[in-house]
């Protein structure tokens, strides 16, 4: 949730009334808001650096409040005063009005074609005879940079541009042109400057820089001229500085670009609905006329108030309250959502306003009129029916199937059941009609237009946005995919698939095809033609021809798995080889996994393959094994330090000295044991196959003595001399033991690191920079050669090596040092990254 800071005096004299913090906090609460802290500048300077930078702050109280990131109305003070005012029925919900110039032709802004492959939508609009306070001026530029967090996307969506209209002149152009064509002087800069020398310039701006890498890769760059030639702005990076607004500014042009139309339309209205109350007509906006390259026009901003109907029952049985349609009405009025009562029933008439751009269904209403009756005065129901809560079917094996790819070594990712259309087509190699998709009829944003039909695009996302981290990223995921159906109510069904991706310097398609094989294996799925499973080659554009294969199961198709075609990969923003496998998993249920369940059903009579966790494990009787008696924690000790640095009991797989060691601990071993608990769990998922695991070359068990009159040996035995002897090789094994293991040097796991540090511009001094690296020193670290690597316009980056130990150093730690030489170091990424 976004978090608004007010001062605390400031709010208290708009709301004409002073509150107690506590009050106050209930005000917020009643509102639907929080009141998040209590704080001042000087206070959060002091936390944030200290108190010896806190000294000279402002003392003066703020109060930081939380915000639903959907209220794009409540991000500034006057939006929040003018809110909590209708609220408490001290001010009526202000009619907001677009009028036209009282002399002449609006503001135009004209559009040109060049704009269409870098930013192509623009609106506008003129804030007319505004009168400023340093409060008010503060809380204007406030807005914009909260818009542009929230809604605009860090201005890669929209980009708001602001202009004392008094120093330019229209018609405005709106056009792109080479960076290098592009000459003013930016905001708060005293000297001209190129697109070229901009970019450059601002890669060290701790607040722009953020944003350079919306266009910098662009051919051209977006900007906007007034009818003289003066720059305006080049968006989404800076406003020129000739047509800065201040205190003294009485006319602002306000142009949004995006690359979203709706979002920049939101953008505008919010813009100027906040502040058009300090205009000398209150509340009215003047309109500016946009002209599009085709030679369509429209006139912004909307300003638009729509009307939607609803049943006052539908908002009691709702909420779950008892109220008469007029009081439902006021309470919606409080909220800003002029309501009244049509007489036709129990109907109700809201009108909504342009500042509230979250209603967009009945249910927003519905949520409003809970909100202003109080959450807290809502009675108490005992609800009218019980069930006994069961796990679907196919949720419990969704689980399992989780728990053994995790198992695997692959990393669960969680990624949007929405997507756009361009993700599960244009990316894929495939045509949107032929993917079954079901669209959004009024998408907000081009972001989230269709129900996913794949999971594979949002993974490759996943992967594109942890390109960084260590090769290889093995991720999957198991969740709903959305498709066409004819046969059901609602046109379309939900369908269960389980995906997952292999990326690194090598394809991996038989690190995929042996997940399929082992997911085969735990759902007791034979590879076999017929009743079990097999796969055939086969053709898809999303994968490399000749390395795609079709998985079949029972002779039906259920999936495929291959290696990614390379023009998939360079439309995710991937660079490395990549192998995926996704399939349906709901064949793998014994019924439809839409049928419910009216009692608890085990899992084993709904599912026919049994997973492993499930299978009871016989325990011999004897405990004793060469580290000692495994039922003690000394045995347990003993174990855990010779796991330490292995995987299986001897070589490098799994035999019968693992099952066998696993059957004589008595039960799972605490999380205090780290080596020992892996080994176990690890070694449990074999359980189903221990009988084709190959023989143990050593006996680590003991054999445990059956004979129970041992102890009334009434003829004199030589036992005990036997029991004697044993007990002595057991020690001597022990000490031979411990003696090998104390003179075994520990593995120390190393790696090597090569590291790309990139200087700021073309006069970083690179000595300079290769001795601060060079100066990090770390145990575990070695610095190894390094050279220059020219990238581009006279600018090199330092490519250096290093080895470290795994235990030691981590590449985090690592980048975190170097870039503390922020004189010198623009960033650090990991060029390779191998085991030694």
Not at 312 to 328: A, H
Not at 451 to 459: F, S
Not at 507 to 514: A, L, M, S, T
Not at 561 to 585: K, N, Q, W, Y
Request: with cysteine; glycine share 4%.
């Amino acid at each position: 949730m976004p978090t608004v800071g007010v001062k605390r005096d400031l709010l208290f004299k708009a709301l004409g009334k002073t509150y107690t913090d506590e009050e106050f906090d209930e005000l917020c609460f009643e509102y639907g808001l929080e009141l998040d802290e209590i704080t001042s500048e000087k206070e959060i300077i002091s936390r944030e650096q200290g108190d010896s930078k806190a000294s000279g702050a402002s003392d003066v109280i703020l109060y930081k409040i939380d915000v639903p990131a959907n209220r794009y109305d409540l991000l500034c003070l006057e939006g929040l005063v003018r809110g909590l005012q209708v609220f408490k029925n001290k001010l009526e919900a202000p009619r907001y009005r677009r009028v036209s110039p009282l002399s002449g032709e609006p503001q135009k802004l004209i559009i040109t074609e060049e704009t269409v492959a870098v930013r192509p939508h623009a609106v506008a609009a003129v804030l007319r005879n505004i009168t400023f306070t340093q409060e008010r001026y503060d809380s204007f530029i406030e807005l914009q940079e909260k818009l542009h967090q929230n809604i605009c996307r860090k201005r890669s969506l929209v980009a708001i541009g602001t202009h004392d209209l008094d120093t330019v002149s229209g018609p405005f152009t709106y056009t792109a042109k080479p960076p290098a064509e592009i000459s003013f002087k930016p905001l708060n800069q005293t000297k001209e400057y190129t697109a070229t020398q901009l970019m450059s310039l601002y890669k060290t701006d701790s607040h722009l820089r953020h944003y350079l890498h919306i266009i910098e890769d662009k051919p051209l760059y977006p900007v906007i001229y007034d009818s003289n030639g003066i720059v305006l702005s080049m968006p989404p990076i800076i406003n020129g500085d000739h047509s800065k607004i201040t205190l003294k500014t009485k006319n602002v042009f306000v142009e949004c670009t995006a690359t979203d139309l709706t979002k920049a339309k939101i953008v505008l209205d919010m813009m100027v609905t906040m502040f058009s109350e300090y205009c000398s007509q209150p509340f009215t906006v003047e309109e500016a006329e946009v002209v599009y390259p085709d030679g369509k026009t429209c006139k912004y901003p909307e300003l638009a108030y729509r009307k939607e109907k609803l049943s006052s029952d539908f908002v009691n049985r709702k909420v779950g309250i008892n109220e008469s349609t007029e009081t439902i009405a006021r309470l919606l009025t409080k909220m800003c959502l002029r309501s009244e009562v049509t007489g036709v029933g129990d109907e109700i008439e809201v009108e909504i306003p342009p500042t509230r751009s979250d209603v967009i269904h009945a249910c927003d209403i519905m949520e409003d009129a809970a909100m202003a009756y109080g959450f807290n005065n809502i009675p108490y129901t005992t609800p009218r029916t019980y069930t006994v809560a069961n796990q679907f079917p196919l949720n419990k094996l969704t689980e399992l199937l989780r728990q053994d790819l995790a198992a695997a070594g692959f990393t669960e990712a969680l990624n949007f059941a929405l997507c756009s259309t361009e993700d599960i087509s244009d990316k894929l190699g495939k045509k949107i009609s032929e993917t079954r998709a079901v669209h959004i009829a009024n998408p907000k944003t081009v972001e989230f237009q269709v129900a996913r039909t794949t999971l594979l695009p949002g993974l490759l996302k996943t992967l594109a946005a942890n390109r960084k981290m260590p090769l290889p990223l093995k991720l999957f995921e198991i969740s709903d995919v959305v498709l066409k159906d004819d046969t059901k109510d609602v046109g379309a069904r939900n369908s269960r698939r389980f995906c997952a991706v292999y990326y690194n310097k090598s394809p991996g398609f038989e690190v995929i095809h042996g997940l399929l094989d082992r997911t085969m294996q735990l759902l007791e799925v034979k590879s076999q033609r017929g009743d079990g499973y097999h796969i055939q080659a086969a053709e898809d554009s999303t994968f490399f021809p000749g390395r795609c294969a079709e998985i079949f199961v029972g002779g039906k198709s259920v999936g495929r798995l291959g290696v990614l075609h390379p023009d998939v990969i360079t439309r995710f923003e991937l660079t490395m080889p990549c192998s995926a496998v996704e399939m349906d998993i709901e064949p793998f249920l014994g019924h439809p996994a839409e049928a419910t369940l009216t009692h608890d059903v085990p899992l084993h009579e709904v599912i026919k393959h049994h997973f492993p966790s499930q299978v009871p494990n016989s325990r011999p009787t004897s405990t004793k094994t060469v580290f000692g008696d495994v039922s003690s924690a000394a045995g347990l000790k003993a174990l855990d330090d010779f796991l330490a640095d292995k995987s299986y009991m001897e070589g490098f797989e799994a035999t019968q000295a693992d099952t066998t060691m696993f059957d004589a601990i008595p039960s799972a071993p605490s999380s205090t044991f780290s080596h020992l608990l892996r080994w176990y769990n690890h070694v449990k998922s074999f359980l189903r196959e221990r009988a084709n695991l190959p023989s143990a070359k050593t006996q680590f068990v003991l054999e445990e003595d059956d004979d129970d009159d041992d102890d009334m040996d009434l003829f004199g035995s030589d036992d005990e001399e036997d029991s004697a002897e044993v007990e002595k090789l057991k020690e001597q094994r022990l000490a031979e033991y411990a003696a090998k293991k104390s003179k075994k040097p520990a593995l120390i796991a190393k790696s090597s690191i090569l590291l790309d540090v990139k200087p700021w511009d073309d006069e970083t001094d690179m000595a300079k920079m290769e001795e601060c690296v060079r100066s990090v020193k770390m145990e575990g670290l070695l610095w190894g050669q390094s050279k220059m690597v020219p990238v581009g316009y006279g600018i090199k980056k330092l490519q250096i090596g290093c080895v470290v130990e795994d235990e030691k150093v981590g590449t985090d730690l690592l980048e975190e040092a170097i870039t503390a030489f922020e004189e010198y170091v623009q960033s650090v990424d990991v060029a390779a990254f191998n085991k030694i």
